[in-house]
């Protein structure tokens, strides 16, 4: 279990030319790699993925460290049923595992954990540990852990169109309301900034179904460090690239 500490014993201002005034608000990350990180090493994927709770664990552990607002993490896709059954069910153990040994230690230090993507549908033991830790940390005023499970982009925004068709149909929405604020209020970021910042490991250059509507302005930083190699130094130097970068949201540069 690790303890988060609080951001004024971290002086971080000394290893990383990092602007703390102008942080990301929200991260997102596709933690991907974990598969081939086993593979490399002759092991079973799932001793991958217990690998990759570690990174997990240090990107909480430095997001809530420094101040960031709102940290989504892509656990588990839409698509991801369709892996060997032995390998879902580890992950689904995992998360479990995970939960249960980490919630208490993330709700002392104001971690608030929400989700994204249809859970109902997740196994009992996970869907009551899921519910469990959300209920727990719900009026935690701390960094946000978004844990996107049984998600994809395409079934997220099918789900929003189906609901502004019957709001439509009655008479709670009107057609000429229907712009990007109503659309988001839709999705399941509703009560979320869009991410600031996306982060993909292991070396694969696509968003994989991921935040199809919210990555439209998003600065994305890609590396081939695989997942459980991911250490807060991979976090800093994303955050570098994305301080460096001008967001002009369609416009011109300032330049």
């Not at 996107?148 to 789900?159: S, V």
């Not at 439509?168 to 229907?178: C, E, H, M, S, W």
Request: hydrophobic fraction near 35%.
């Amino acid at each position: 279990m690790f303890s988060l500490r609080k951001k004024r014993s971290i002086d971080y201002k000394k290893q990383y030319n990092i602007d703390y005034n102008k942080l990301p608000k929200h991260i997102a990350i596709i933690m991907d790699g974990n598969g081939r990180w086993a593979k490399k090493r002759g092991l079973p994927r799932a001793s991958g993925h217990r690998a990759g709770v570690e990174a997990l664990r240090e990107a909480i552990k430095t997001s809530s460290d420094i101040g960031i607002k709102v940290l989504t993490l892509y656990a588990f896709s839409t698509e991801n049923w369709k892996r060997p059954k032995k390998e879902v069910d580890a992950l689904m153990n995992l998360l479990v595992e995970y939960l249960n040994k980490e919630i208490d230690e993330l709700h002392k230090n104001n971690v608030k954990i929400n989700t994204i993507g249809n859970i109902d549908i997740l196994p009992e033991k996970p869907k009551i540990a899921v519910y469990d830790a959300i209920n727990l940390t719900k009026n935690n005023s701390g960094l946000i852990v978004n844990i996107a499970l049984n998600y994809g982009g395409r079934d997220e925004l099918i789900h929003a169109i189906k609901e502004i068709i019957l709001d439509t149909q009655n008479g709670k929405v009107q057609l000429d309301d229907i712009d990007d604020n109503k659309v988001k209020t839709y999705l399941y970021t509703s009560n979320l900034p869009d991410p600031d910042l996306l982060i993909r490991p292991s070396g694969e250059l696509r968003i994989s179904n991921f935040l199809l509507w919210q990555l439209a302005y998003t600065e994305f930083w890609f590396t081939n460090i695989l997942w459980p190699d991911f250490k807060k130094e991979h976090l800093f130097e994303a955050i570098e690239s994305y301080q460096s970068r001008e967001r002009r949201y369609g416009g011109v540069s300032n330049e």
